[in-house]
């Protein structure tokens, strides 16, 4: 891990490499001033990820690792009423007409929408559900990673 005097050194040979000439001394200045600072950055340590933490990623990572496909979008099922009358889907017991399944999705900002048949929605049920259960996965592991971050480096600590 590099110090202070070391980082300020390091910058002062590299930026007089970069800018041998003596003009705009001030811009020099301002420019290894920065570059100490990040250098400074660089170099702070990273505390331990905890092991809980750890084993919680590997967790996540084993959901995730039983996955199966993953089918963009959300199946509706709807049942309907149609518009002539004396239908069955206007009797006073009425009998809706459908089930009608729809999966849309959004493609460039666009919904889309596809009529699937009864055997072809019960063939992709399970490849929704994983779509489903791996944006929440992801979500969680997001949130972990970035409590992790946080801790190391003392982000958010007042
Ligand atoms: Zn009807």
Known sequence: MADDRQCAELDRVKLERLIPTTRERSLIA?????????????????NDIPAS????????????????????GSLTVRHTRCSSAGCRCRAEQPALH???YSWTRKIDGKTVTRLLSAQQAE??????????????????????????????????EK
Do not use: N
């Open 98 to 100: 459908g089930p009608y």
């Open 30 to 46: 301002f420019r290894h001033e920065l570059a100490v600072s990040y250098c400074k950055l660089g170099t702070e340590p990273m």
């Open 123 to 156: 063939r992709y049920t399970p490849w929704f559900q994983d779509a489903r259960k791996l944006r929440a996965l992801i979500a969680q592991l997001e949130a972990l990673s970035l409590q992790a971050a946080e801790q190391a480096e003392g982000w958010g």
């Open 53 to 72: 933490t750890e084993r919680r990623r590997q967790r996540l990572l084993a959901q995730i690792a039983k996955i199966g496909y993953a089918l963009p």
